[in-house]
């Protein structure tokens, strides 16, 4: 079995391979021309995917770019080692302001907008709030068009404006430590913690396919949680299993979680 056939296998096991398959596209496109291909953005579990192939094929150097230090959602370049030139990543920016006195928009707003446009997920980077407005990294092809149609989210009137890469602020997050006791590491069990909600609620929130686990969907309530795994649950952020402490007297389990608001 060869490299491509191997690394497939394993992704469409965990529901990537759609994924796996379009980015071993690109790395073996870049070996053949002997330049580079980049990727639409990816989220940290898509570009390690990226990194999985990069690994696996000889010649091939990956790089990664989403705009600014510290992106969560980057673009990935598979380039040939044979190639001398600087590989163009189609990065753009800009800012968005709205009146505060009447709006208080979130990320998923932000997103929604973009997305009713008509504009893919892939095709958009970090949304990073600053709680004047917020900034957005984007595919440069889309850039015009962006401009031109992208002046509202949902009743709120905004502007927008073009933003130099070097001028993006650095994400301004909110962090809340938790330490608390659960009964078991289950993903129900940590997430009802971490998001401050019954596990019955949070059982329900999964079955409705609302959380993800290291970017990756959810498997079900009774999925095993481990120290350093992130949970992210849409509309509500992500949490961060910061440690696992150990079992107390009365047999609970003693952790640390990083809620990033």
């Not at 870049?30 to 579990?45: I, Q, V």
């Not at 006195?101 to 095709?123: F, N, P, S």
């Not at 595919?139 to 130099?164: E, H, R, W, Y």
């Amino acid at each position: 079995m060869g490299e491509r056939e191997k690394i497939l296998r394993y992704y469409q096991a965990s529901g990537e391979g759609d994924l796996a398959a379009k980015l071993l596209d690109l790395a073996e496109a870049a070996l053949r021309n002997r330049k580079y291909k980049a990727t639409e953005f990816l989220d940290p579990y898509g570009y390690s995917i990226a990194e999985t192939i990069g690994a696996h094929y000889d010649r091939l150097e990956l790089l990664s770019n989403g705009g600014y230090d510290g992106a969560e959602r980057v673009k990935a370049v598979f380039m040939n080692e044979e190639f001398r030139g600087n590989p163009e990543f189609a990065l753009e920016a800009f800012s968005v302001t709205w009146d505060e006195r009447y709006y208080q928009i979130t990320h998923r707003d932000v997103l929604g907008a973009l997305m009713a446009l008509g504009i893919k997920r892939e095709i958009i980077g970090d949304i990073i709030m600053c709680g004047h407005g917020c900034q957005i990294i984007i595919d440069s092809p889309l850039m015009t068009f962006v401009m031109q149609n992208f002046n509202k989210i949902g009743a709120a009137t905004i502007s927008i404006s073009q933003l130099n890469l070097t001028d993006i602020a650095p994400r301004e997050e909110k962090v809340k430590e938790i330490k608390t006791t659960v009964a078991s590491l289950r993903l129900d069990v940590i997430a009802a913690a971490g998001f401050g909600t019954s596990r019955s609620r949070m059982s329900d929130e999964i079955v409705a396919g609302k959380l993800k686990v290291n970017w990756q969907e959810a498997k079900n309530s009774a999925q095993s949680i481990k120290e350093n795994d992130i949970i992210s649950m849409r509309g509500r952020g992500r949490v961060e299993v910061c440690e696992v402490v150990g079992q107390t007297k009365k047999g609970r389990m003693s952790i640390v979680l990083k809620r990033f608001i």
